[in-house]
């Protein structure tokens, strides 16, 4: 599959609603109308007097409220829209306010205030700021790290995106599977989905990527989760790589419920960054004593002071024991080891993987009843679909 292949069906990409509280200014106009020339945002709009019905029809993202000052009457226009759309986040667009009125606003937890008229680029600035920290509480993003070449990190993050996507089918959000390792793009490669954008334009001048963009990137898989992969591997050492990277990931995690990075070995200028901001961290290795070695390493950069409280947890990939044969490395020893860090056993299954992936397939088309497979997918529940709320 190739997204440059204009006969290639595209996944609709869901707009952010952006509800409009018009309270009877002339400049109600002309917001709505900055917002509608953005182009990547449902507008509604509603007089103070509509908004009640509103709240049962749509469930916006944003909430752009128009006012002249700020008086006993707004401040209760506020407290209803509190009312009816919860924590949703408001921007409040109004002619220049004294400290005092600002502050108001602040109590009312208001996301943001705009003097007018209102400049495009502000406007655009504080409505995606504002999505992007309302779904920091309900998009969750799920780290996969290889801690060494050939450990099957890139494998585990394909099967995990199709396990929740399977799990997820009937919720509204969807599942995305994000590849980082621009120099294989190896979950492309394992699902047989080339990806043919070139990503040098935007390399070049990383603020043009929005959500209408990472739309317009990625392919959909047949089970429904979407994929981004490209094999780039110019872009590793582009200057601008570290932006790159994380305006990607701030775009495309905007649109999905939950998504799985899956992040190379290598050490990057830009991983610290990412894993402070992901909500939970899985580390791929193998039973061997260099991979453990290496995994060690990198658990001991990961601390909370660096990357919070969130769940960090160790797969050990390709476990081969048998029933009258123990592991090479005592389950005592790892604990020693990993300490307080839990680590799971993924059993080895070379004969349905090796064939998936020359088939370009997800285990799950192949092998339902896979032990990996299996194994898989009940860390998914305990370790990602379970993972707390404020890690």
């Not at 309270?23 to 709009?45: C, K, N, P, W």
């Not at 208001?110 to 504080?126: A, C, E, I, M, R």
């Not at 963009?213 to 601008?240: C, D, M, W």
């Not at 950069?301 to 090479?328: C, Q, W, Y």
Request: net charge negative.
């Amino acid at each position: 599959m190739n997204i440059a292949d204009p006969d290639m069906p595209r996944a609709p990409h869901r707009k952010h609603h952006v509800l409009l509280v018009d309270t009877g200014q002339d400049s109600a106009a002309h917001v709505a109308q900055v917002i509608a020339e953005m182009g990547q945002f449902a507008l509604d709009r509603a007089t103070q007097d509509e908004v009640h019905r509103k709240a049962v029809q749509i469930v916006p993202d944003m909430i752009i409220l128009d006012i002249s000052k700020v008086g006993s009457h707004e401040m209760e226009v506020i407290s209803g829209l509190r009312a009816n759309f919860g924590e949703t986040p408001i921007v409040v667009v109004s002619e220049a306010l004294e400290e005092a009125d600002v502050r108001k606003l602040l109590k009312q937890k208001v996301h943001d205030w705009l003097k007018k008229p209102v400049v495009p680029g502000d406007l655009l600035s504080s409505i995606e700021s504002g999505i992007r920290s309302s779904k920091q509480n309900t998009n969750r993003v799920h780290a996969v790290i290889s801690a060494v070449g050939g450990a099957g990190a890139t494998t585990v993050a394909v099967n995990l995106a199709d396990i929740l996507s399977q799990r997820k089918k009937t919720d509204a959000g969807s599942i995305g599977l994000f590849d980082l390792d621009f120099t294989t793009g190896g979950c492309g490669a394992l699902l047989n989905m080339s990806n043919g954008v070139s990503l040098h334009s935007v390399a070049s001048n990383p603020g043009r990527i929005d959500s209408e963009f990472v739309s317009l990137i990625q392919q959909r898989h047949e089970h429904g989760f979407a994929v981004y992969s490209f094999k780039r591997p110019e872009l590793v050492t582009h200057l601008n790589c570290y932006e790159l990277v994380l305006r990607l990931l701030d775009a495309v995690t905007m649109q999905q419920a939950h998504t799985i990075l899956d992040i190379p070995y290598y050490e990057t200028d830009w991983r610290a960054d990412l894993l402070a901001a992901v909500n939970s961290i899985t580390l791929v290795t193998d039973l061997s004593l260099p991979s453990i070695k290496h995994t060690l390493d990198i658990l001991h950069t990961m601390e909370p002071a660096k990357i919070g409280k969130k769940p960090v947890n160790v797969l050990i990939n390709k476990d081969s024991h048998g029933l009258f044969s123990g592991r090479r490395i005592k389950e005592a020893k790892l604990r020693e080891l990993f300490g307080a860090v839990p680590f799971h056993f993924l059993p080895a299954d070379t004969t349905n993987i090796a064939e998936a992936m020359d088939r370009g397939l997800c285990l799950s088309d192949l092998s339902s009843s896979s032990k990996f497979l299996k194994a898989l997918t009940k860390y998914a529940k305990t370790a990602i679909l379970a993972e707390p709320v404020d890690a």
